[in-house]
């Protein structure tokens, strides 16, 4: 996009969803949460939070810290549709709050038992949400997708550059 950031600063948060929360209201919160935590520590400086949450229908996946999990949430995922959701925070210099949310659905092709554990064995799946990482090896998983790649890769470029660009900061 053309903008480096002057410092990357993690919120370090509980990011376990919150009981009968769904998933676009899930990615939301965390990124608000994330940029508040952040925008305390770096008071009259512009800071960008984000959230990426991958469900199947109401149930949110995790990110994947183990094989197991992700060879779970991959499980779930296969020959299915899920939606990804990327929540975008941006606070100002002058503590004004702006966000955006975007959407995207993918559809996975079945996967057999040779590409899930080859895809496993990997190891590319670790701390992704939902198990898996478009930008990589699952790319060739995905039969469909509808709205935004970048939101699947972890940051929506398209709601980003419109959230920089409206408050003022020189987003190419």
Not at 56 to 66: C, M, Q, S, T, V
Not at 83 to 109: C, M, N, Q, W
């Amino acid at each position: 996009m053309g903008v480096v950031p002057d410092r990357v600063d993690p919120a370090d948060l509980d990011e376990s969803p919150l009981p009968r929360e769904l998933p676009r209201d899930h990615a939301r919160r965390l990124a608000r949460a994330k940029a508040e935590a952040v925008a305390a520590r770096h008071p009259g400086a512009f800071v960008l939070a984000a959230d990426t949450v991958v469900a199947r229908g109401r149930r949110i996946l995790p990110k994947a810290e183990d094989r197991e999990t992700a060879r779970r949430c991959l499980t779930l995922l296969s020959g299915e549709g899920h939606r990804v959701y990327g929540g975008v925070v941006l606070i100002g210099p002058d503590g004004h709050v702006s966000e955006r949310l975007a959407e995207t659905r993918v559809v996975f092709k079945s996967l057999d038992a040779g590409e899930l554990a080859g895809y496993l064995d990997g190891g590319e799946w670790h701390g992704k949400a939902g198990g898996y990482a478009i930008q990589g090896r699952a790319e060739v998983f995905v039969r469909q997708l509808v709205g935004s790649h970048s939101n699947v890769v972890g940051l929506p470029l398209f709601e980003t550059r419109a959230l920089l660009r409206g408050r003022g900061y020189p987003a190419p």
